[in-house]
């Protein structure tokens, strides 16, 4: 079942509880976080980046998502992460992606809202919902992070962004940033809440691979209804495929190492499903 994550989004909104949105970098990534939400029989989002789609194209990864949400038994929504262009998101548009990010938060203010209007203007006729985001969350996508600032997302600009340009759900900087932490983040889980009381519509968490688990599930009680990991999944399927690797020199067949990176991933994702409540909710 491949849907749009409004849909979801809305249901976690009201029923306080959120959705995990996973980074997919292969068929095998692909196929374990369905395993996973399968398992917890939970809605699923599956994600790539624009650094993923230069690597095979937005059809490639479509069609796998597709493919795996047409066995499925739960909710499964194909997103754009991070769209970095107006072509970029009518891009994965065209390819059939239900959910559409276009980021804009480095631009000013009124590029930002004009730069998502459009693609909300865009996207909406044809029933495809769409992210925005406001602040910034620190890092690079599709790389370690850096010493970037992360300034908060000011609530006010918040609202005033939402009104004027009709996006589905909104990605806010509270403190979180993208690839490996050099400390232990600290996510200001009080703004995310004074947010939500502003702009009425689901939030969206960036950067929570490595963030304690408890620091997301308070996250969730405050308005987070999408919750965002990828470096983390990267780290769980090289680790798997390093670990038969290094216990068997000899081995050259591919499904069998993938195999045991499928396996830490799905594990992984399972164990963050329950984290963000939506365990039981497809």
């Not at 369905?34 to 699923?44: D, G, I, N, S, W």
């Not at 690597?55 to 754009?80: E, F, I, K, T």
């Not at 939500?196 to 987070?224: F, K």
């Not at 990267?234 to 068997?248: C, E, M, P």
Request: glycine share 10%; hydrophobic share 40%.
């Amino acid at each position: 079942m491949l849907v749009t994550a409004k849909e979801l989004l809305v249901d976690a909104m009201q029923g306080g509880y959120a959705v995990g949105a996973f980074n997919v970098e292969n068929m095998e990534m692909v196929m374990a976080v369905l395993a996973a939400a399968e398992a917890r029989k939970a809605p699923v989002i599956m994600q790539t980046t624009p650094g993923t789609i230069k690597y095979a194209g937005v059809d490639y990864y479509y069609a796998n998502v597709a493919a795996a949400a047409a066995r499925s038994s739960v909710p499964v929504v194909m997103h754009l992460d991070h769209g970095d262009s107006f072509e970029r998101a009518m891009a994965a548009y065209r390819a059939g992606y239900t959910s559409i990010m276009i980021d804009g938060s480095k631009l000013p203010m009124e590029e930002n809202i004009e730069l998502t209007s459009r693609v909300v203007q865009a996207c909406h006729p044809g029933g495809v919902s769409v992210e925005g985001e406001l602040g910034k969350v620190g890092g690079k996508e599709d790389d370690l992070i850096g010493d970037d600032d992360n300034p908060y997302t000011n609530p006010d600009e918040a609202k005033l962004f939402v009104e004027r340009t009709g996006v589905d759900y909104l990605a806010i900087g509270v403190g979180t940033a993208h690839g490996v932490y050099k400390g232990v983040p600290c996510v200001n889980t009080g703004l995310i809440a004074v947010i939500r009381d502003m702009v009425h519509i689901p939030l969206v968490l960036h950067g929570t691979s490595g963030v304690p688990d408890e620091q997301v599930a308070i996250a969730v009680r405050n308005g987070i209804c999408k919750v965002n990991y990828a470096t983390d999944l990267r780290i769980a399927f090289t680790k798997g495929v390093k670990d038969f690797i290094s216990a068997n020199p000899e081995a050259f067949d591919p499904k069998k190492y993938c195999r045991q990176g499928m396996t830490e991933v799905q594990k992984y994702v399972e164990q963050k499903i329950e984290v963000c409540g939506s365990a039981g909710k497809a």
